[in-house]
T-cell receptor, first 115, second 115 residues
Framework: AAGVIQSPRHLIKEKRETATLKCYPI?????VYWYQQGPGQDPQFLISFYEKMQSDKGSIPDRFSAQQFSDYHSELNMSSLELGDSALYFC??????????????FGEGSRLTVL | AQSVTQLDSHVSVSEGTPVLLRCNYS??????LFWYVQHPNKGLQLLLKYTSAATLVKGINGFEAEFKKSETSFHLTKPSAHMSDAAEYFCVVSDYYNQGGKLIFGQGTELSVKP
């Protein structure tokens, strides 16, 4: 079965550079979530989208932005990168009608390293 | 507000012995509860979920968890640990009516399995 696809899997950037992470949800899933997991930390919710509209916002820095496109894939854009942005970024998807159960399907993550 | 507390940051067991990972939750409404597992440098995999049906939930790889409302607990157990169970385990709560499909993660419990 198709899963959530994230790209790139690994990314190395310098401070003050920009980075873009992409997420392709499971087919027919209409909701996408972004989580950030710092080293030794639990995943923290950043932002979510439902039907291409932002549905919820968590601890996402102002330097970050995200959107969901017409094909339901999502991109997380990060600018003015800081060392503290080094983390594993997870994307998850769900189908709105089933999200009552709260089950999300996670991708394998994109590891960002800022030097 | 919804929250999850994992009572042990690290648990070490011997192969073939029982596993107990403890989790307490706080939720103002009927929550959905999950256990996710994360192997090193891997994504998050759903072990099991509770969504107000049977209080004893069976998951993959021989894991199960029991929802105890009176104790606000959702401990994860396995009768006999295997070396491949060594990983980070996250207890997760979701309260759809207050926070949509967003998941709130516990701090994680690292499970070590000794030969």
């Amino acid at each position: 079965a198709a899963g959530v696809i994230q790209s790139p899997r690994h990314l190395i950037k310098e401070k003050r550079e920009t980075a873009t992470l992409k997420c392709y949800p499971i087919p027919r899933h209409d909701t996408v979530y972004w989580y950030q997991q710092g080293p030794g930390q639990d995943p923290q919710f950043l932002i979510s989208f439902y039907e291409k509209m932002q549905s919820d916002k968590g601890s996402i820095p102002d330097r970050f932005s995200a959107q969901q496109f017409s094909d339901y894939h999502s991109e997380l854009n990060m600018s003015s990168l800081e060392l503290g942005d080094s983390a594993l970024y997870f994307c998850a998807s769900s189908l709105e009608g089933t999200s009552l159960s709260g089950e999300l399907f996670f991708g394998e993550g994109s590891r960002l390293t800022v030097l | 507000a919804q929250s999850v507390t994992q009572l042990d940051s690290h648990v070490s067991v011997s192969e073939g012995t029982p596993v107990l990972l403890r989790c307490n939750y706080s939720s103002s409404y009927s929550p959905s509860l999950f256990w996710y597992v994360q192997h090193p440098n891997k994504g998050l995999q759903l072990l099991l979920k509770y969504t107000s049906a049977a209080t004893l939930v069976k998951g993959i790889n021989g894991f199960e968890a029991e929802f105890k409302k009176s104790e606000t607990s959702f401990h994860l157990t396995k009768p006999s640990a295997h070396m491949s169970d060594a990983a980070e385990y996250f207890c997760v709560v979701s309260d759809y009516y207050n926070q949509g499909g967003k998941l709130i993660f516990g701090q994680g419990t690292e499970l070590s399995v000794k030969p």
